[in-house]
């Protein structure tokens, strides 16, 4: 099976936040989420090398003091808070570098979709890489190079 190739074709049936109904956006589950480190249950479950780590640890301070900056749990981003911190690791660092950032904090939005103790039903970095004029697709065309690399 071909994997897919544009963010749009990772999207499921909501394409864009407007398409989600409000009962089932992200931002209802805050509540839920509430001084709940849901970073350190993920990061619990990946096995990485002291370095590895490191570096994850930092792409996630960055992406948890965005999302606090922006009044929202760092589980719970929308579309237009990924474009913003996409805009802002272009502007501080190399699209490589923006990309391993990204790229980690995408991989924490797939596993919160697939996991049961989690009522995701749409991953905010997709959507704002759908926008083939956004930060974030910029950032996504690296991740679909590094793919083919």
Same mark, same amino acid.
């Given at each position: 099976?071909? /994997? !897919?190739? #544009?963010? *749009? $074709?990772?999207? %499921?049936?909501?394409?864009?936040?407007? =398409?989600?109904?409000? +009962?089932?956006?992200?931002?209802?589950?805050? /509540? !839920?989420? #509430?001084? *709940? $480190?849901?970073? %350190?249950?993920?990061?619990?479950?990946? =096995?990485?090398?002291? +370095?590895?780590?490191?570096?994850?640890?930092?792409? !996630?301070?960055?992406?948890?003091?965005?999302?606090?900056?922006?009044?929202?749990?760092?589980?719970?981003?929308?579309?237009?808070?990924?474009?913003?911190?996409?805009?802002?690791?272009?502007?501080?660092?190399?699209?490589?570098?923006?990309?391993?950032?990204?790229?980690?904090?995408?991989?924490?939005?797939?596993?919160?979709?697939?996991?049961?103790?989690?009522?995701?039903?749409?991953?905010?970095?997709?959507?704002?890489?759908?926008?083939?004029?956004?930060?974030?697709?910029?950032?996504?065309?690296?991740?679909?190079?590094?793919?083919?690399?």
């Amino acid at each position: 099976m071909a /994997s !897919a190739r #544009t963010p *749009r $074709d990772r999207l %499921g049936v909501f394409k864009d936040l407007s =398409d989600v109904p409000e +009962r089932r956006r992200l931002e209802r589950f805050s /509540s !839920a989420y #509430t001084d *709940r $480190d849901v970073w %350190g249950e993920y990061r619990a479950t990946v =096995d990485l090398s002291d +370095r590895m780590g490191e570096d994850w640890a930092l792409f !996630a301070r960055r992406w948890k003091e965005h999302t606090a900056d922006r009044g929202r749990h760092h589980a719970l981003a929308r579309p237009s808070d990924v474009e913003t911190w996409s805009g802002w690791l272009l502007d501080q660092f190399s699209r490589d570098r923006a990309y391993q950032h990204w790229n980690v904090i995408e991989g924490f939005y797939a596993w919160l979709m697939w996991h049961t103790d989690h009522r995701h039903s749409y991953n905010p970095f997709h959507m704002a890489a759908a926008d083939t004029e956004s930060s974030a697709y910029t950032i996504w065309t690296r991740k679909i190079e590094k793919a083919n690399d």
